[in-house]
């Protein structure tokens, strides 16, 4: 008679809006789970921080409040880490590595500050370290970066990273709103916590962008390293100059190798892309990211980037990749960052402005103003002058510069007392 499989025990930390449906999943889709990884998975426990609520489909039996205690009770082979945040998620990671256990895990924050020393951790213990769902929610991302493109060259990562901001901008591009008013909105319709700053303030896409930069590159790319706008001062005078160009603008995450192929750059901040961009149909909370690869080419991955049931998809899919690990032997690839490429600042990016300004209407003050352009050697691709009541509404889109001679570029422009008013700078990306 063939030997009985010994079922793998599971721990899940945290039993929020992703966990709760880590755990309907795995006993919903439990006889295929246990079919593709050849052993059953079992739920061993589930660690939350308030044991009385009630959670549909959970065993009110594996319920504790003891984290710690979970992770090292000897017998768990995989901790599902879906607490968030840098404590106590690093230490039960730790814990987990230390025990024995392989971790899944969507800690984008943690990852993007302290990957080196999970990799490490899980490299020492012999053990897998998976995180698909802390990039783009359910598209899969990371695994084709890291396995995928494993024999080739990445030279860009571009694209939309947070479908909360994504959502943000839609709304005041196809209604016209305010900042405030699509954030109210996003609050309303749950796509925005009560808390928006993570999101808003590009701090969640910065991590993401570490992480992929990182992953893209095989160099470390650190949180601190990531340049990082959020989309509070996007205006809707941003919006309508966009439009008007036949642009929108999006909150984009870019990773790029330097030309001379010796660093990279990591930023996050809202630009104005063509309409025509693939980018640009990229509407509400939806995510997508471009990959360039020297032989690959161009590649799109495009899905939900957030929610509960999208982003157990990826947790699950590396659930069962661990598993199969514990199976038939074999671990995940671990840190890959022989490259070690340095990462450069915000300005020595290479990148393009669109600056609209509003000018006294008399002779010479076109000049004046290319004359600063000229004088910190930035190159100017096109200008529309329009005029309005005695002033004239300038309208200039840049050639490539870096990004230290386009900022200084308009520090000069405000200080002309010829300009009335700045209603728009925004870097120019996607042509
Ligand atoms: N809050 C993120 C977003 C999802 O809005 O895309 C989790 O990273």
Do not use: W
């Amino acid at each position: 008679m063939a030997e009985r499989v010994r079922p793998l025990q599971v721990a899940l930390l945290g039993c929020g809006v992703v966990g709760s449906q880590v755990a309907r999943l795995m006993t919903t889709h439990a006889a295929d789970l246990a079919a593709r990884i050849g052993a059953p998975v079992e739920l061993a426990g589930v660690a939350v921080r308030r044991p009385d609520k009630v959670r549909e489909g959970v065993d009110p039996e594996l319920v504790t409040t003891d984290a710690a205690g979970l992770v090292s009770r000897g017998d768990i082979d995989v901790v599902v880490e879906m607490i968030g945040g840098i404590e106590p998620a690093r230490s039960l990671i730790q814990a987990a590595f230390a025990n024995g256990a392989s971790v899944v895990t969507a800690n984008k924050a943690l990852l993007a500050k302290d990957g080196p020393l999970l990799y490490a951790a899980a490299e020492k213990h012999g053990a897998d370290l998976y995180f698909e769902a802390a990039v783009a929610g359910a598209i899969p991302l990371l695994r084709p970066l890291r396995e995928s493109l494993a024999g080739d060259k990445v030279n860009r990562v571009l694209g939309i990273v947070n479908g909360t901001t994504n959502f943000i901008l839609d709304r005041m591009e196809s209604s016209g709103a305010g900042y405030g008013e699509a954030l109210s909105e996003a609050t309303a319709l749950g796509y925005a916590e009560a808390d928006p700053t993570a999101d808003v303030e590009g701090f969640d896409a910065a991590a993401k962008a570490a992480i992929l930069a990182g992953i893209a590159f095989h160099t470390r790319v650190h949180l601190d390293e990531v340049h990082r706008e959020g989309v509070t001062e996007v205006t809707a005078a941003d919006i309508a100059c966009a439009r008007d160009m036949g642009r929108t603008v999006k909150l984009l995450a870019i990773c790029e190798r330097a030309e001379d192929g010796r660093s990279v750059t990591a930023r996050v901040h809202p630009a104005m892309i063509p309409l025509s961009h693939p980018l640009a149909s990229v509407r509400g909370a939806y995510n997508a990211v471009f990959v360039e690869a020297e032989a690959a080419g161009r590649l799109m991955f495009y899905g939900p980037g957030a929610g509960g049931v999208p982003t157990a998809s990826a947790v699950l899919g590396d659930l069962v990749a661990t598993c199969r690990n514990r199976v038939g032997g074999g671990r995940a690839p671990g840190e890959s960052a022989y490259a070690r490429l340095p990462v450069s600042p915000m300005g020595e990016v290479v990148t393009r402005y669109h600056i609209s300004l509003d000018v006294v209407d008399k002779p010479g003050v076109l000049a004046q103003c290319a004359m600063v352009f000229a004088d910190h050697g930035v190159s100017i691709d096109s200008v529309r002058q329009t005029g309005k009541d005695g002033e004239a509404s300038l309208i200039v889109v840049t050639h490539r510069a870096p990004d230290a001679a386009l900022a200084s570029t308009v520090a000069a422009l405000r200080r002309l007392d010829t300009v009335h008013g700045v209603v728009s700078i925004m870097r120019v990306e996607g042509e």
